[in-house]
């Protein structure tokens, strides 16, 4: 931090020396120079705080990458998320570091990875002690909010550092009737969670300012139990929904995948209110599983609703175009793919999620990024694109030079991990590389079984859906070799070795020695 500061000291030094320059050259010669003078070097110094972009950084909860209409969903129409992407990027391969919802918002905030961040669970509050770009931003001369799911250390609702303004609630909230606590002061905004966290963005917008700022907005929406907004609850109620085809195609998958569609990440689990009997092996379970996709889809229409009423109050408030606005969600979620639900695992439902910017100044409309970003790419992204003093230590990467077409020095490859699963067979831990072609993904506690070391590999521009498991085949073995030692690469590359993983209940810690450390 001390080089940020020094920077930045720096930084205001050239601007005081600057002034006092145009200072001379008008004639105001000294500190009793007339007020007119005063008055004309403030509104410059107005002006050049109006010169740095506010941000708007809105996140969901649970939302996979193709639930948008920009992404050709079949029957969700999201125009106003659209227009984000229209006017602005869509990146077409974003993906979480961990998909769950408490480390992935750590991995936003610090640009980290949640074995280095500490926050492994959906229990753990983000470190006190642990930069933020939300911190960075506030000690570089932002005002800044956060308004809605905070999600981390959900037992309490107190404000963290980073924000001078704070909105948020204990524990999930409800979709109907949540207690927030308002900057201090506790009270239960009456109506749906989506309106009201818009509601109190939009009036914290409002306020006047003479310093850029930074809103974080937390949707609970789409995340379970689902409940959609009343007008939108039974709009998709003519749309057949099936099992997808890869629910029961099974046979090359670990075994934990297989036992995993009885438990409550599978689909024949409870599906979160929508059936009480568990499991549910029933042909009725297919239309409680129609209706659990349907509510789901149905709930991001009023976050879509949100983003243009947002949209709408900065356009109003003259600062739209001055404002970077990054849209994204913090994992992805299984409808029914593998025979799951949820998230966590790394194929390709749980790990990919939308991620959308609007900055005119920097982006041009309808740029799409294909190079592959992550969660941890948001923070250090954010400071670069303010002006601001990095983090002191990231594993993410700016994406600002992908605006400009410069992906010289952009990954290639990129690290997943998952720490928390100790109730087998939900989820093993997982540690994996993927590729712009290949996936490799290894369970270092295996199955419990006799093939319990068993991985799986997927070459994903023949295979998209991850039908074909691979890992056996002899033809693939130098594949294999190769991606083992990425993954080993990739971990020693952001501090991840030794690998101190929490072992499984019941499962033994001896590994084969071609396992990755």
């Known amino acids: 931090m001390q080089n940020g500061k020094s920077r930045r000291n720096q930084g205001r030094e050239l601007t005081r020396r600057a002034f006092v320059k145009h200072s001379l050259a008008a004639g105001c010669v000294a500190p009793l120079a007339v007020s007119g003078c005063s008055r004309a070097l403030a509104d410059k110094a107005s002006e050049a705080g109006r010169s740095r972009p506010n941000v708007v950084f809105i996140l969901t909860d649970d939302q996979r990458w193709d639930q948008l209409g920009c992404e050709g969903h079949p029957f969700l129409k999201t125009p106003h998320l659209d227009r984000l992407a229209a006017e602005g990027a869509r990146f077409a391969n974003m993906f979480v570091t961990t998909s769950l ?52 250390g959900e037992q309490s609702d107190e404000k963290r550092p980073g924000f001078d303004y704070w909105v948020t609630h204990k524990g999930q909230g409800k979709y109907y009737d949540t207690e927030f606590n308002i900057n201090g002061r506790r009270e239960v905004r009456k109506g749906y969670y989506t309106h009201r966290v818009t509601d109190m963005a939009i009036d914290w917008l409002r306020q006047e300012r003479e310093k850029p700022f930074l809103l974080i907005l937390g949707h609970k929406a789409p995340h379970t139990p689902l409940r959609p907004e009343e007008k939108y609850r039974h709009i998709y109620d003519d749309i057949p929904i099936e099992y997808p085809e890869t629910a029961f195609a099974l046979e090359d998958k670990p075994d934990w995948v297989k036992q995993r569609i009885d438990t409550w990440h599978g689909i024949y689990g409870p599906l979160y209110g929508f059936r009480e009997k568990f499991p549910d092996r029933s042909p009725e379970s297919v239309k409680h599983f129609a209706d659990f996709v349907r509510s789901y889809t149905a709930s991001i229409k009023s976050v879509d609703d949100s983003v243009g009423r947002v949209c709408e109050t900065l356009k109003q408030l003259g600062v739209l175009d001055n404002t970077l606005i990054v849209f994204a969600g913090d994992n992805g979620m299984f409808l029914g793919e593998h025979g799951m639900t949820d998230k966590r695992t790394m194929h390709e439902p749980s790990i990919r999620v939308p991620l959308l910017v609007r900055y005119p100044k920097l982006v041009r409309p309808g740029t799409v990024i294909e190079q592959m970003a992550l969660n941890v790419d948001v923070a250090p992204s954010v400071l670069d694109i303010c002006g601001a003093p990095p983090l ?102 952001t501090d991840a070795l030794p690998d101190t993983m929490p072992l499984d209940e019941g499962v033994k810690s001896e590994l084969p020695e071609e396992s990755i450390r």
């Open 101 to 152: 919802c408490s480390p992935s918002r750590a991995s936003f905030l610090s640009g980290l990875y949640a074995h280095s961040h500490g926050v492994v669970n959906n229990f753990t509050d983000y470190p006190t002690d642990l930069p933020s770009f939300p911190r960075a931003l506030q000690a570089d001369g932002y005002e800044t909010a956060y308004i809605g799911k905070w999600h981390m």
């Open 392 to 493: 002191p230590k990231v594993h993410g990467l700016s994406f600002k030079p992908l605006f400009k077409g410069d992906a010289e020095n952009w990954r290639k490859s990129w690290y997943y991990e998952y720490n928390y699963e100790k109730q087998f067979p939900y989820t093993p831990n997982v540690r994996g590389v993927r590729t712009d072609r290949w996936k490799y993904v290894h369970y270092p506690h295996g199955d419990g079984g006799p093939d319990r070391h068993m991985a799986e590999l997927y070459d994903l521009e023949e295979d998209p859906g991850e039908t074909n498991n691979l890992i056996n085949d002899p033809a693939h073995r130098d594949k294999v070799s190769e991606l083992r030692a990425e993954l080993t690469r990739l971990m020693e590359q």
